[in-house]
């Protein structure tokens, strides 16, 4: 089993940062990718962003791409979302996922093995 832990939601106003953290414990075993899903309201669960443990390019949704940026602490066993430049259309419930898996490509609502519980963001005008 694998826990996820999460932080950092909030209001903030458009322009605005906000960073999320996804802290994953238990049996994570070395070759995992944390990433972010969000649903807004009225819409379905969308790939936002992940990181591998095993390397490569994080990969980014071509609608946050330039805004919002993930990395990773490989001690701490913790991914971040640094999202910058926030806008109203990012509001929405973001999700940490974790899938057993070395590729960033294959994660999806699909194969997501965990998810977190949610945090809220929400940008104002």
């Known amino acids: 089993q694998v826990q996820l832990a999460e932080s950092g939601g909030g209001s903030v106003q458009a322009g605005g940062s906000l960073r999320l953290s996804c802290a994953a414990s238990?049996?994570?075993?070395?070759?995992?990718?944390i990433g972010w899903f969000r649903q807004g309201p009225g819409k379905e669960r969308e790939f936002v962003a992940a990181?591998?443990?095993?390397?490569?390019?994080?990969r980014v949704a071509d609608s946050v791409k330039g805004r919002f940026t993930v990395s990773r602490d490989n001690a701490k066993r913790t991914a971040y979302l640094q999202m910058d430049n926030l806008k109203p259309e990012d509001t929405a419930v973001y999700y940490c996922?974790?899938?057993?898996?070395?590729?960033?490509?294959?994660?999806?609502?699909?194969?997501?093995?965990?998810w977190g519980s949610g945090t809220l963001v929400t940008v104002s005008s």
């Open positions: 238990g049996r994570t075993f070395s070759t995992y990718v």
């Open positions: 990181i591998s443990w095993s390397g490569g390019t994080p």
């Open positions: 996922a974790f899938n057993h898996d070395r590729r960033t490509e294959t994660l999806s609502t699909k194969s997501v093995n965990y």
